[in-house]
């Protein structure tokens, strides 16, 4: 039987409608998709726990069970760590929110002074801006609440994936022929290396970057030190524009609570000292290298799941983006794909060019 080889503008359309509806339906489903996504992760991450237990003869439903307590328990400690630090900004909010009235007052006097806007005009651009932008704030606040809310379905999702795990392995290795058995099994132990690995230099990163951050702004002398240098650390694992906006919270705060432009000046060139050594040392040696992802594809990666499913799409895509580089280097047909993936890069490419004669000649280029 002869397979019809197609054209490839039909091919080409047909891939970009097909991604157009996938796209549409993973953004139509986020609610469901979300949760289900980070429970993976976190099912993955928990695996060697999990397995740990097992071996030591525990039921699968106990062991289970004690993985996803453990889990809550781990988070449930971070959250009180940073609980003390939170009452303490919470009782000095009025006092921060005074200050920054008057701040406020003062520019909008110089404004007036300086280039005739007056004050009433300055309000009303602020409110038609506010106004304009109500939508969108709606929408960004609606989507943290409805992301805190579904986390709370997470560990019934972790739950269950670590229990029906060898159910769920069987069915993928069952799907495909016995011939690919060794090409799903090497898959599935890459992506659960990828994931793992992924997960775990993320929490080393942010981390070390809380802790560089807090050092700087004790140093500095920035209240709520320990609290900004945290927040900017879990921000920090946004890739490529979370380093950027952690810088904004501490400059405001040390805008309100410090007189002059020093300290704002000094958290700037800390922060970006230490987006410096983040990019260039602790990132690639605990994150990038096991990943093996280009930045650019990084880059569009963390657009893409933004226009998806917002910040936690930003979080997952990048470690989808692995797991889909791992099969397409499985298959003959998408290794190119996989290659562009990657984040090797040649040297120089070889193309095919046609003389004047219609006789085909090889050629190295550089471009």
Not at 35 to 57: C, D, E, M, S
Request: hydrophobic residues 55%.
């Amino acid at each position: 039987m002869t397979v019809k080889d197609y054209p490839f503008y039909i091919k080409a359309t047909v891939i970009l409608i097909g991604l157009f509806y996938l796209v549409s339906i993973l953004s139509l489903l986020s609610g469901i998709l979300v949760p289900f996504a980070f429970a993976v992760l976190f099912a993955i991450l928990l695996n060697p726990f999990y397995n740990k237990l097992l071996g030591w003869k525990l039921p699968g439903p106990l062991a289970v069970l004690i993985t996803v307590l453990a889990g809550i328990g781990f988070v449930t400690l971070i959250g009180y760590l940073l609980s003390s630090q939170v009452a303490q900004f919470g009782q000095s909010f009025p006092v921060l929110k005074l200050r920054f009235g008057q701040m406020i007052d003062s520019l909008e006097h110089y404004i007036e002074a300086s280039f005739g806007v007056s004050v009433q005009k300055q309000v009303l651009f602020v409110k038609n801006a506010l106004d304009s932008s109500q939508a969108a704030i709606g929408s960004i606040v609606g989507t943290v609440f409805g992301t805190l809310s579904l986390m709370l379905i997470i560990p019934i999702y972790v739950f269950m994936l670590l229990l029906y795990k060898n159910l769920i392995l069987n069915f993928l290795y069952e799907v495909f022929s016995e011939k690919h058995s060794q090409s799903v099994a090497e898959v599935l132990a890459q992506t659960k290396s990828a994931i793992q690995s992924y997960i775990v230099g993320l929490l080393i990163e942010m981390i070390i970057v809380s802790s560089l951050n807090t050092l700087a702004l004790f140093i500095i002398g920035v209240k709520y030190a320990i609290l900004l240098g945290v927040i900017g650390g879990i921000i920090n694992i946004l890739p490529y524009i979370g380093g950027f906006v952690a810088i904004l919270l501490p400059v405001v705060i040390a805008t309100v609570t410090k007189d002059g432009y020093s300290t704002q000046i000094a958290v700037i060139i800390s922060y970006l000292a230490i987006q410096f050594i983040d990019s260039n040392i602790i990132f690639p040696r605990f994150v990038s290298i096991k990943v093996q992802i280009n930045a650019l594809i990084s880059l569009l990666a963390v657009f893409l799941g933004n226009a998806m499913w917002g910040i936690a799409g930003m979080f997952l895509m990048l470690p989808m983006v692995a797991v889909i580089k791992i099969i397409f280097d499985r298959v003959d047909d998408l290794k190119p794909w996989g290659k562009l993936l990657g984040d090797t890069i040649p040297i120089s490419h070889m193309g095919q060019v046609w003389g004047r004669r219609g006789r085909r000649k090889k050629t190295a280029a550089v471009i």
